[in-house]
Structures are given as C-alpha cells and as structure tokens.
C-alpha cells in the first residue's frame, strides 16, 4: 500500500513539473523581404522551438472547431479583409497534426505589408483556459519603409507595436516592442519568446533542429516590458523570433472560462556578411 502511495506521489510530481512550452500562432512565410511577390503564408498554432505539438486552431472544449475572426493586411494605411482567403489544411508537426490554414497572397505595391490575424478562441484543456492569440508579421517589397512602426489598431484588440524595423535585423540587433491594449501601452507585460527552430516544408516542419536547448528555460524565454509596456530583447541567432505578450487583454471571460488575450508579433534576423 505504501508503494502504491508512493507511486502516486511520484507520478503526479512528474505531472506537475512537465515543462509548459509556450503557444504561438505563426503567420509564416520564409523571407521577411520576399524575392517574389507571390506569397504563400501558413496559418498555425503550435509550439515552434520544439516543432511540438500543433493545435487545432478555433477548438472550443467540446471540440468544436470555430472559424478565424479577421485575418487581413495593411499597405500605406489601408486595410484589406483577407478572410476568404483562408484555405484550411493540416499541419504536421514532429509529434501531431493540428487544424491551421494558408493563404496565397499576391503583393501590390512598395513598402511595408503588415498581415494580422485573430483565431477564434482556443480551449487548452491542461490549464482550463481559452488563449487567442492576435498576430501580425510584416513584409517588406522594395525596401521602403511605410508602415512598420504603426498599429494596426482594429480588429486587434492587442498588439505588439515594434520600435525597430522587424525585416531589418542583423543577428546581434535588439528588437524593441511596445505592448499595447486598445491602443494603449500594457505596463510589466510578461513576454514569451521563442525561436523557430525547424524549417517549415510545405505542411509541415523538418525533422532537424538549428539548435539544442542546453536547458527548458532557454525553449521558451520570459521577458517583461517596462512601466511603459516597452520591451528589448538582443537576438542571438538568425531566423524567426516570435513575441507573445500574455495576457494582454487583461481580465476576460470566454465560454465562463479564463480567456488569455495574447500580443503575438514575429520578426526575423538576418546573419552579416563580408
């Protein structure tokens, strides 16, 4: 019987100590200043240092799939509904395949191409929580900056609002965000991070990883916005880094649930050479 209690003991410990690694919703496409203006994105919710487990994007907790809410892109101001561009797929991840979309895109014009997205809710039954997570990314045609730094402002509720050029990073720049909510800066905002560490192959990540974690803290880093919801992070490595700010939303409700309203932005650095 004590065995048996022991046993007990030691599994939920187990239990208890799995490392969370963090959600992030991607809006992927290879190059932030694509060769071509013809782009093809990938919608998909997963763990990305890992290439772990991918979710089925909009599942509420009776497993219900529930269509994204806004899916769009900004040039020089103007906003454009993307929505019915969504094409579902499933995504394949190196231990599950989840739900997500794609979207072939076609740019129009010079300057800075901002996409945003916003999922339905998803039901995460480990924690008893919904999280959405509100993305954006930026490509840029022609090198000419016009709207990098300017938010989106509706239909995200939050958004990380960058301080520096996302598709003009050297590795070793820091990039600086502005966490915001409704347009206002989001104080000591908790900020995960993590790197996408497989290459993405049609549907799907390649089995080799760029780099090993020597620990679990460095799978997802945790950083945290000043007084004024600004943050820094110095960028080690070439590649897509993406930001979440959890929370940002602050205090909500979904289906009498907790509801995690998080800022997501990707950027991607580039390696120097002579």
Known sequence: MKKSVLALSLAMAF???????????????????????????????????????????GKDE?????????????????????????????????????????ADIRLKGIGDHIFYFVPAPYYEGSEDIYIQHCTKVIFNVAGAPTDWDQPVGDPLPVEIVPLDKPYALWAGNVFRGIVTYQGKPVPYSQIEVEYLNHDVTGNAFAQEARVEAPHDALITMTIKADANGEFVFGIPKAGWWGFAALGAGGDLKYNGKELSQDAVIWVQALDITE
């Open 15 to 57: 239990v208890l100590y799995v490392p969370a690694y963090g959600h992030f919703q991607m809006i992927y496409s290879p190059d932030s200043v694509p060769k071509s203006k013809a782009l093809n994105l990938k919608l998909v919710f997963t763990h990305p240092f890992e290439a772990g487990h991918t979710m089925d994007m």
């Open 62 to 102: 009776r497993g219900e799939i529930h269509p994204p809410i806004a899916f769009g892109e900004m040039n020089k101001g103007k906003k454009k509904n993307l929505l019915d561009t969504l094409k579902p797929i499933i995504f394949k991840s190196l231990t599950n395949e989840g739900k997500a979309y794609e």
